[in-house]
């Protein structure tokens, strides 16, 4: 199976601040990767798919890029309602796999 | 606009079968998508578990395929999940969700509010 690592597992910022997070996979899936956010107590939400393309409805802070085996979640100007946990996943096997995931939060 | 709304026990003795059943509203489960199952332990991260095609096909997560069966019943617009032998580790939030294709990627668009299964006896 393709085992994804993100990094950093938390990280604390403030309201306007850059925050990037980055996703390893143990084998090249081309572009083939998403990003989620998850909120406490709430199912997660897809906010981009094939690396850089941006969900209907997403604010245009966030963005995505990579391919291979190294991608990154950019979120340009941090917002309150962007405190959460973000994960990525493969989507290039039959077998779907997830990140860890990354908690950001307030400083 | 595409709901799923998971439902069954909230309560499995060790040993025993978890079944849950993901209803779809807002359109068809017999579209050009695949239907997952997703869970959640407590505090920690996603894990897929399989998904079905409305023809019937499936795949699922080598980890879990020994216990895991996953239908569809296209006449009442939902699909199922039946986990065998669980144990205190498939504790967990199951969601459904639907499989969005773009070129070869698989990813989840709509998802179900999540229902918290726990093993206890």
């Known amino acids: 199976d393709i085992q994804m690592t993100q990094s950093p597992s938390s990280v604390s910022a403030s309201v306007g601040d850059r925050v990037t997070i980055t996703c390893r996979a143990s084998?090249?899936?081309?572009?083939?990767l998403a990003w989620y956010q998850q909120k406490p107590g709430k199912a997660p939400k897809l906010l981009i798919y094939?690396?850089?393309s941006l969900q209907s409805g997403v604010p245009s802070r966030f963005s995505g890029s990579g391919s291979g085996t190294d991608f990154t979640l950019t979120i340009s100007s941090l917002q309150p309602e962007d405190f959460a946990t973000y994960y990525c996943?493969?989507?290039?096997?039959?077998?779907?796999?997830f990140g860890g995931g990354t908690k950001v939060e307030i400083k | 606009q595409v709901q799923l709304q998971e439902s069954g026990p909230g309560l499995v003795k060790p040993s025993g079968t978890l079944s849950l059943t993901c209803a779809v509203s807002?359109?068809?489960?017999?579209?050009?998508?695949?239907w997952s199952w997703i869970r959640q332990p407590p505090g920690k991260g996603l894990e897929w578990i399989g998904e079905i095609y409305h023809s019937g096909s499936t795949n699922y997560n080598p980890s879990l395929k020994s216990r895991v069966t996953i239908s569809v019943d296209k006449s009442k617009n939902q699909f199922s999940l039946k986990l065998s032998s669980v144990t205190a580790a498939d504790t967990a939030v199951y969601y459904c969700a639907r499989n969005f294709h773009y070129g070869s990627g698989s990813y989840f668009d709509y998802w179900g509010q999540g229902t918290l299964v726990t093993v206890s006896s």
């Open positions: 996943q493969q989507a290039n096997s039959l077998e779907l796999t």
């Open positions: 807002g359109g068809s489960i017999s579209s050009s998508n695949w």
């Open positions: 094939a690396a850089s």
């Open positions: 084998q090249g899936i081309s572009s083939w």
